[in-house]
């Protein structure tokens, strides 16, 4: 029974981790209904930019905002300097349809490359920001630390906060409207452009988090986070793409099933079985677990 809890503690404390980042492809989803595969990239430059903060500071707690705020930046950069240009050019054929989820792959490699050139291969780590011992009770001592801990209360924060956003401001309704029916968004007055950046800002910081959360615990590279995107994106559409609860819902989902794999099975298979939790979830409802049945047009 203390195996069984522990496995469970252990997913939900990774299953965090990647409901931050399918959070950060849901937001880019339903603000401009592009799956954003850089989104790794953008994470592992931001988490290079709270790196070098911590190396000249020792202070993960200044490094963590500074972090964020880098993220939330690139997000609006790429969106303004790549995506705007070929959403805008969308509907001039399929090829044109899919360019900016094409982009997004080959931005990935170019920051990836950039970030290499810039900070090298080696692989690098920051201190813990608490203690990765797990806590004690009585002579047991359980695989569930502070950093753990951490980790869900920060994710719960940021996806509460998220949730708010889009469901009780004029922003979030704004961000709705630019995604589905930008034509009809325009005419109520929305500027649709600055709203879809303002989405792509919010996704970057988001996973921006997601990496200056996740590398204290591992290892910093070039490609560190692109499991990390990889397992996003599968916990993105177990939740159906479309609700931020659904990718806080996925990556759990995701994030416990591997610790079991990991624990009663293999290590060998934790990343095909994401695959085979994904394949699973869609045979039973195609749309995700918390999809809409409906389509919408973008």
Do not use: C
Not at 10 to 16: E, L, N
Not at 101 to 119: D, E, H, K, Q
Not at 230 to 243: D, K, M, Q, R, T
Not at 269 to 298: C, D, Q, T, W, Y
Request: aromatic letters at 8%; a positive charge; charged letters at 10%.
């Amino acid at each position: 029974m203390e195996r069984f809890i522990n496995t469970i503690l252990i997913g939900i404390s990774g299953g965090s981790i990647y409901g931050l980042m399918a959070l950060a492809l849901v937001l880019v989803w339903r603000s401009t209904r592009v799956v954003n595969f850089a989104q790794a990239g953008q994470a592992i430059l931001s988490t290079y930019i709270g790196y070098v903060v911590i190396s000249h500071t020792n202070n993960y707690w200044l490094a963590f905002p500074v972090a964020v705020i880098s993220g939330a930046l690139i997000g609006a950069l790429v969106d303004i300097l790549l995506i705007r240009i070929m959403v805008k050019r969308a509907h001039q054929g399929p090829v044109a349809a899919i360019a900016p989820v094409i982009a997004t792959l080959g931005l990935l490699g170019l920051i990836r490359a950039v970030v290499g050139l810039i900070w090298g291969g080696d692989l690098r780590q920051f201190k813990l920001p608490v203690t990765n011992h797990g806590f004690t009770f009585g002579h047991t001592t359980i695989p569930f630390a502070p950093i753990n801990l951490l980790i869900v209360v920060i994710t719960f924060l940021v996806m509460l906060i998220f949730a708010l956003i889009f469901q009780r401001t004029n922003l979030g309704l704004a961000l709705r409207a630019s995604a589905y029916q930008p034509e009809i968004a325009r005419l109520s007055g929305i500027r649709v452009d600055l709203t879809r950046t303002i989405g792509w800002a919010f996704a970057g910081s988001a996973g921006a988090i997601a990496g200056i959360l996740v590398t204290p615990t591992n290892y910093l590279a070039p490609n560190s986070l692109d499991l990390l995107l990889v397992s996003g994106f599968v916990a993105a559409v177990i939740g159906g793409l479309e609700s931020l609860v659904g990718a806080a819902v996925g990556g759990l989902i995701l994030g416990i099933g591997l610790a079991f794999v990991l624990e009663y099975v293999s290590s060998s298979l934790a990343f095909p079985a994401a695959f085979m939790v994904l394949i699973a979830v869609l045979l039973v409802k195609p749309a995700g677990l918390i999809g809409s049945k409906r389509s919408r047009n973008a």
